[in-house]
C-alpha cells in the first residue's frame, strides 16, 4: 500500500544466508534463531518468513515453510524451493517417514535412561490464547527420548518425535516431571531464561535411488553453559 512503511527483515540477507546449513534444488535447511517465529500469524510479530527473499539463490520466488517450529525453539528448519518440491515435502512430513531428533536440557529428570511419552494431547483454544494439555479427548501422541548427559538438577535428553503434534516435547516433558528449562506455558521459567529446546536434525529420504539428506544444527548459544555442565562437548 503507498505510503506504508515496511519495515526491514529481522534478519539481514547474510545473517540468514548464513543460517543454510543444506542447499540443493529442491529444499533449503536452515538454522533457525531462537525467538523468532516462523511466520507472522494474527500477531503479525517479526518472523523468519520476511528474510526468504534473500534466500531465493536465482529462482524467481522465495523458498516456502515445509514445516514449522515454535517461535522459542532454534535449530533444523526445512524450507521447500518451489510447488513441486514444498508437494514432496508435504507428503514426506505428513507420512511420518522424516526423523527428527530434538535436544532439551530439562529441569529434574525422566523416569528412565531412556523410554517412550505416549499421553494423547488436546489443544485448547480459548480468548486468550491456546495451550496444550494431557488428556483421553486428545490425539495420539509419541516422543521416544534417550538421557545423553546429567547435571545437578537438570537432565540433556535426546527426543524424538513420531508423532507432529503442537508442544508435543514440551508437555510431554513437562507431564513427565521434567519440563524443559525456560518453557514460559508449561515450565517453571526464570527471568530472562530462555527456552533450552533445540531442532538438532532431521534424515530426509527425498529420492528412493539417493542416500537420504541428513542436516544437524549445532546447538544455540543460550544452552552451551546447561549442555556442558551436563557432559557436552563441541566435538559431540
Not at 520476511?50 to 528448519?77: I, K, M, N
Not at 537432565?155 to 508442544?167: A, D, F, I, Q, V
Not at 527456552?195 to 536434525?201: P, V
Request: proline share 11%; charged share 20%; with cysteine.
Amino acid at each position: 500500500m503507498a505510503g506504508t512503511l515496511k519495515r526491514p527483515p529481522p534478519l539481514s540477507p547474510e545473517e540468514i544466508q548464513a543460517r543454510v546449513l543444506h542447499r540443493d534444488g529442491l529444499i533449503l535447511v536452515i538454522d533457525k534463531p531462537a525467538g523468532l517465529a516462523v511466520h507472522a500469524g494474527p500477531s503479525r510479530v517479526p518472523n523468519l518468513e520476511e528474510c526468504f527473499d534473500a534466500l531465493r539463490y536465482g529462482l524467481p520466488r522465495p523458498p516456502a515453510l515445509a514445516h514449522r517450529l515454535d517461535a522459542d525453539t532454534s535449530g533444523v528448519l526445512v524450507l521447500g524451493r518451489h510447488p513441486k518440491a514444498l508437494a514432496k515435502l508435504g507428503r514426506l512430513f505428513s507420512g511420518h517417514t522424516t526423523e527428527k531428533t530434538y535436544w532439551a536440557v530439562v529441569q529434574g529428570a525422566p523416569p528412565a535412561e531412556e523410554g517412550v511419552f505416549d499421553k494423547p494431547l488436546l489443544k485448547l483454544n480459548s480468548k486468550t490464547g491456546w495451550t496444550v494439555k494431557v488428556s483421553d479427548k486428545g490425539q495420539t501422541a509419541v516422543t521416544r527420548y534417550r538421557v545423553l548427559g546429567r547435571a545437578p538438577g537438570m537432565t540433556w535428553l535426546e527426543l524424538k518425535p513420531e508423532t507432529g503434534r503442537t508442544h508435543q516435547i514440551r508437555v510431554h516433558c513437562a507431564d513427565a516431571g521434567c519440563p524443559v528449562i525456560g518453557d514460559r506455558f508449561y515450565g517453571r521459567p526464570e527471568p530472562g531464561q530462555q527456552l533450552h529446546l533445540h531442532s538438532r536434525a532431521i534424515v530426509l529420504a527425498l529420492s528412493t535411488n539417493k542416500p537420504p539428506v541428513v542436516v544437524t544444527a549445532p546447538p544455540p548459544p543460550h544452552m552451551i553453559a546447561a549442555l556442558e555442565a551436563c557432559g557436552f562437548s563441541p566435538s559431540t
